[in-house]
């Protein structure tokens, strides 16, 4: 085996050959023996073969070999070294680069910072050179790699493909990115999913109408809408809801979301009651309900539409209380009983729901001659007139609390609770008052409260606000109702959820295993 002295001795002969290296055949094969040194003969190896490996092409595959092997040393700083001279191999033999690729992208598991980094930058080196291949190479290990390796380079490709620019990622490249994602979307687990989407919707290819559709197509498959919802299955749950957080930012007027409200008018919304949290402090019931109110805005029509709205309003029913005994004969009242507790971000997602598909169903709630709907709008009323003088009391109470106070003044958390509490309610409010109409009305536009707006009021006005007044990203949730001296309804004292907020696209839950998500594709 070579010495230091001696690999510099063939490092000159072949240097000083230069165009004939190629007939010093004895001294690049000990050079490539010296990997077998030690550390000092290593480093220096892998640097003579990189720089010599192209006059010497019926030494390619040992060569290949041997450099790989340094890349797996025991030694960082061997590893370090072999690793910035791999993609020089690549541009003297790019028929190697997949399979370099591949190795490069085991390497993205080590703990070494400042070796990650360089795994990294000659990935991305590789890629420049030869995207498809070194992607071919990277999928490879996705797919067939352990669970690490795999991670790490999801992670890789959802961080620097989209720092590549669009003369690398070609409209055919995306297109082969997107097969090779489905094939790993058969069998993912839930970060590797949200990951997938990340890689997904930055592609050019998606941007399009035709695009969005195909990327909510993906995601309606991934949900595994052909399977019945489990209120009690964490992960079934985990997985609808992930599924639909990702989708509802693709739905339009021209994109749909007709597959997922179809399931979770069916399927999910019976069942809500027993839709159990995910994590503590979380409020799943609510992030399930907001997502149905986001999709009814995007839904042009559903089959079985009455059977559809039956359902939800089994929902409306659950957290909109018909009046108490005492409440109904009010003189009777001595105004000594619990009044229900209100969920009124429950409500507010519920009754936009029902005001946004009853306008395609008109009959559901007005049928004169139909014994069946004339007791459903009876009971209905009794619902709403008393959720409304619940609403309007607390709409009274939040206005007394907020008059006159500057927005540099209403940067508190109790004060941002509380202009979200005031336009969820009054959202509810205007709905009712539609829903009131003989016939029901349908014409009232509200803005759903969690959505963002550009700008916050400067006070709550004592007037009754307009349908745009305070807008601001609200946290509402739950509220319970105290007792008054009269019977009718108490202001709630209980807080709103700071869960109430929406989720950003991307963001989604823990991991639970690969199991849940399987096969979905």
Same mark, same amino acid.
């Given at each position: 085996?070579?010495?230091?002295?001696?690999?510099?001795?063939?490092?000159?002969?072949?240097?000083?050959?230069?165009?004939?290296?190629?007939?010093?055949?004895?001294?690049?094969?000990?050079?490539?023996?010296?990997?077998?040194?030690?550390?000092?003969?290593?480093?220096?190896?892998?640097?003579?073969?990189?720089?010599?490996?192209?006059?010497?092409?019926?030494?390619?595959?040992?060569?290949?070999?041997?450099?790989?092997?340094?890349?797996?040393?025991?030694?960082?700083?061997?590893?370090?070294?072999?690793?910035?001279?791999?993609?020089?191999?690549?541009?003297?033999?790019?028929?190697?680069?997949?399979?370099?690729?591949?190795?490069?992208?085991?390497?993205?598991?080590?703990?070494?910072?400042?070796?990650?980094?360089?795994?990294?930058? &000659?990935?991305?080196?590789?890629?420049?050179?030869?995207?498809?291949?070194?992607?071919?190479?990277?999928?490879?290990?996705?797919?067939?790699?352990?669970?690490?390796?795999?991670?790490? $380079?999801?992670?890789?490709?959802?961080?620097?493909?989209?720092?590549?620019?669009?003369?690398?990622?070609?409209?055919?490249?995306?297109?082969?990115?997107?097969?090779?994602?489905?094939?790993?979307?058969?069998?993912?687990?839930?970060?590797?999913?949200?990951?997938?989407?990340?890689?997904?919707?930055?592609?050019?290819?998606?941007?399009?109408?035709?695009?969005?559709?195909?990327?909510?197509?993906?995601?309606?498959?991934?949900?595994?809408?052909?399977?019945?919802?489990? &209120?009690?299955?964490?992960?079934?749950?985990?997985?609808?809801?992930?599924?639909?957080?990702?989708?509802?930012?693709?739905?339009?007027?021209?994109?749909?979301?007709?597959?997922?409200?179809?399931?979770?008018?069916?399927?999910?919304?019976?069942?809500?009651?027993?839709?159990?949290?995910?994590?503590?402090?979380?409020?799943?019931?609510?992030?399930?309900?907001?997502?149905?109110?986001?999709?009814?805005?995007?839904?042009?029509?559903?089959?079985?539409?009455?059977?559809?709205?039956?359902?939800?309003?089994?929902?409306?029913?659950?957290?909109?209380?018909?009046?108490?005994?005492?409440?109904?004969?009010?003189?009777?009242?001595?105004?000594?009983?619990?009044?229900?507790?209100?969920?009124?971000?429950?409500?507010?997602?519920?009754?936009?729901?029902?005001?946004?598909?009853?306008?395609?169903?008109?009959?559901?709630?007005?049928?004169?001659?139909? $014994?069946?709907?004339?007791?459903?709008?009876?009971?209905?009323?009794?619902?709403?007139?008393?959720?409304?003088?619940?609403?309007?009391?607390?709409?009274?109470?939040?206005?007394?609390?907020?008059?006159?106070?500057?927005?540099?003044?209403?940067?508190?958390?109790?004060?941002?609770?509380?202009?979200?509490?005031?336009?969820?309610?009054?959202?509810?409010?205007?709905?009712?008052?539609?829903?009131?109409?003989?016939?029901?009305?349908?014409?009232?536009?509200?803005?759903?409260?969690?959505?963002?707006?550009?700008?916050?009021?400067?006070?709550?006005?004592?007037?009754?606000?307009?349908?745009?007044?305070?807008?601001?990203?609200?946290?509402?949730?739950?509220?319970?109702?105290?007792?008054?001296?009269?019977?009718?309804? $108490?202001?709630?004292?209980?807080?709103?959820?700071?869960?109430?907020?929406? &989720?950003?696209?991307?963001?989604?839950?823990?991991?639970?295993?690969r199991g849940a998500w399987r096969g979905r594709y």
């Amino acid at each position: 085996m070579a010495t230091l002295e001696e690999l510099y001795q063939y490092y000159e002969v072949l240097s000083d050959a230069k165009d004939k290296a190629g007939e010093h055949e004895a001294g690049f094969l000990a050079i490539i023996a010296s990997v077998k040194g030690d550390a000092k003969e290593k480093r220096l190896a892998s640097q003579l073969i990189s720089r010599f490996f192209k006059y010497f092409p019926q030494h390619m595959e040992k060569a290949m070999n041997a450099q790989l092997d340094l890349c797996e040393d025991e030694d960082v700083n061997i590893r370090k070294q072999a690793i910035k001279d791999l993609p020089s191999i690549c541009k003297e033999s790019p028929e190697n680069l997949p399979r370099i690729a591949d190795v490069l992208t085991q390497l993205l598991q080590t703990d070494d910072s400042t070796e990650h980094n360089l795994v990294q930058i &000659a990935l991305l080196n590789l890629m420049r050179s030869d995207i498809k291949g070194a992607l071919q190479g990277i999928f490879t290990q996705i797919i067939n790699g352990d669970d690490t390796v795999r991670e790490k $380079a999801i992670k890789f490709l959802s961080v620097r493909l989209k720092s590549l620019g669009e003369d690398l990622v070609s409209a055919k490249i995306e297109e082969f990115i997107v097969e090779e994602s489905k094939k790993v979307l058969q069998d993912v687990t839930a970060d590797e999913f949200l990951m997938f989407m990340t890689i997904l919707s930055g592609l050019k290819c998606m941007q399009t109408l035709v695009g969005r559709q195909h990327l909510v197509d993906i995601i309606s498959q991934q949900a595994g809408f052909d399977s019945d919802f489990e &209120a009690q299955d964490s992960d079934c749950v985990d997985r609808i809801v992930s599924c639909t957080q990702q989708a509802i930012p693709m739905f339009s007027k021209n994109v749909h979301s007709t597959k997922f409200m179809s399931y979770y008018m069916d399927q999910v919304v019976g069942k809500i009651a027993s839709v159990a949290n995910m994590e503590e402090g979380e409020d799943t019931k609510l992030e399930v309900l907001k997502q149905l109110a986001d999709m009814a805005q995007w839904c042009p029509e559903l089959e079985n539409l009455p059977g559809k709205l039956a359902n939800l309003y089994t929902a409306i029913k659950e957290y909109m209380p018909i009046p108490p005994p005492e409440v109904v004969d009010v003189e009777k009242s001595e105004g000594t009983s619990e009044a229900p507790a209100l969920q009124f971000s429950y409500v507010e997602c519920l009754l936009f729901t029902l005001h946004h598909l009853g306008k395609k169903c008109p009959e559901f709630l007005s049928a004169a001659d139909n $014994a069946e709907v004339t007791e459903r709008m009876k009971d209905f009323k009794m619902r709403l007139q008393y959720f409304a003088r619940g609403v309007a009391s607390y709409i009274k109470q939040l206005k007394t609390d907020l008059q006159g106070k500057k927005p540099e003044k209403l940067q508190s958390d109790e004060d941002k609770v509380k202009l979200a509490a005031y336009k969820t309610t009054t959202n509810i409010q205007q709905i009712i008052k539609d829903l009131m109409h003989v016939p029901p009305s349908y014409k009232v536009q509200v803005k759903l409260s969690w959505k963002p707006a550009a700008a916050e009021p400067a006070a709550v006005a004592t007037k009754r606000p307009s349908l745009d007044s305070n807008k601001t990203t609200p946290k509402a949730a739950k509220v319970g109702a105290a007792h008054m001296d009269r019977v009718m309804y $108490a202001p709630p004292t209980g807080k709103f959820s700071s869960k109430a907020g929406s &989720a950003p696209v991307g963001a989604g839950r823990r991991g639970r295993g690969r199991g849940a998500w399987r096969g979905r594709y």
